[in-house]
């Protein structure tokens, strides 16, 4: 619970219903109170504004990789990240009740759970795949429609929010399916209960700009290598100035470690600029 005894409220990109809520259920034991977000820039300044307790990201898909909008949000707002989720991705075939697959035209979906869907789209060449801007988003448009050819591809926790029925389950290509999720505060925050009673393995999430120079990134990255620290992320964003870039990087190791801060520290020598985006437990539930 906040400090004022109400749930918590935490922001996510997508409508009631999404796989960004369900990851939020997942990671905080206690109530909460989901706050659906359009955009992912709209989580992030929710957060740094301080009109939510936290933020929920996603930062790679095991199918589709990176979300690199969720970076680029890192990147422009104070923010802390304060722990990890990691959700199975189930799609379903959601319509209205009484549907049959056999009479579906369209399916609504976001563009990504459309690309990971298939091999079930390409065994129902009937169906048009239409991409809407979010999977529960879909269900909702499809249970307000009232239209029994029309469908959409979204989770179970959709369905149940929206009155759909599940015309298919697990359509998804393959079945390790999953989205990694970063739980993010405002900077100086305070970690969530949750984060601080979850495990002892933790990792580190920093975002480094290096010069423009031959072997600069090579630099950058000899301290880790040198103290035996894994990177276990590493992706690159358009910097400020155009052709430049900064570098999100993840490490297996706790900031507070006396190996982490020598490293940091050499880094700091070495890159054009350094930011510890936050130390977290790694997710093993």
């Known amino acids: 619970m906040s400090s004022t005894g109400a749930p918590l409220r935490v922001a996510f990109q997508g409508e009631l219903g999404a796989f960004s809520e369900e990851a939020a259920r997942r990671f905080f034991s206690e109530p909460i109170e989901p706050v659906p977000c359009r955009e992912f820039r709209e989580v992030g300044a929710a957060v740094a504004g301080g009109s939510v307790d936290y933020g929920l990201l996603p930062i790679e898909n095991s199918l589709a990789g990176s979300v690199v909008a969720s970076y680029d949000v890192l990147a422009a707002e104070p923010l802390e990240v304060v722990g990890?989720?990691?959700?199975?991705?189930?799609?379903?075939?959601?319509?209205?009740?009484?549907?049959?697959?056999?009479?579906?035209?369209?399916?609504?979906?976001?563009?990504?759970?459309?690309?990971?869907?298939?091999?079930?789209?390409?065994?129902?060449?009937?169906?048009?795949?239409?991409?809407?801007?979010?999977?529960?988003?879909?269900?909702?448009?499809?249970?307000?429609?009232g239209d029994p050819t029309v469908a959409a591809i979204a989770g179970r926790s959709a369905a149940e929010r929206y009155g759909l029925e599940i015309l298919a389950s697990n359509i998804e290509d393959r079945p390790d399916n999953q989205t990694r999720f970063l739980v993010v505060a405002r900077a100086g925050s305070a970690p969530p209960p949750d984060a601080v009673r979850a495990g002892n393995q933790k990792k580190t999430a920093l975002l480094v700009e290096a010069d423009n120079t031959p072997g600069s990134l090579v630099q950058v990255l000899l301290p880790f290598a040198n103290r035996g620290i894994n990177l276990s992320k590493l992706e690159s964003r358009p910097a400020a100035e155009p052709w430049t870039y900064r570098f999100f990087m993840e490490l297996e190791a706790d900031v507070a470690a006396p190996d982490t801060q020598e490293a940091l520290a050499e880094v700091r020598r070495r890159a054009s600029s350094l930011r510890i985006l936050g130390s977290f437990v790694r997710w093993t539930r």
Do not use: N
Not at 117 to 137: K, M, N, Q
């Open 84 to 145: 990890e989720v990691i959700v199975p991705i189930r799609h379903c075939l959601l319509g209205l009740p009484g549907a049959e697959i056999g009479r579906i035209t369209r399916v609504l979906s976001h563009p990504v759970a459309l690309a990971q869907c298939s091999r079930f789209l390409t065994e129902h060449p009937a169906i048009e795949a239409v991409a809407v801007y979010d999977t529960a988003g879909a269900a909702r448009d499809v249970a307000r429609a």
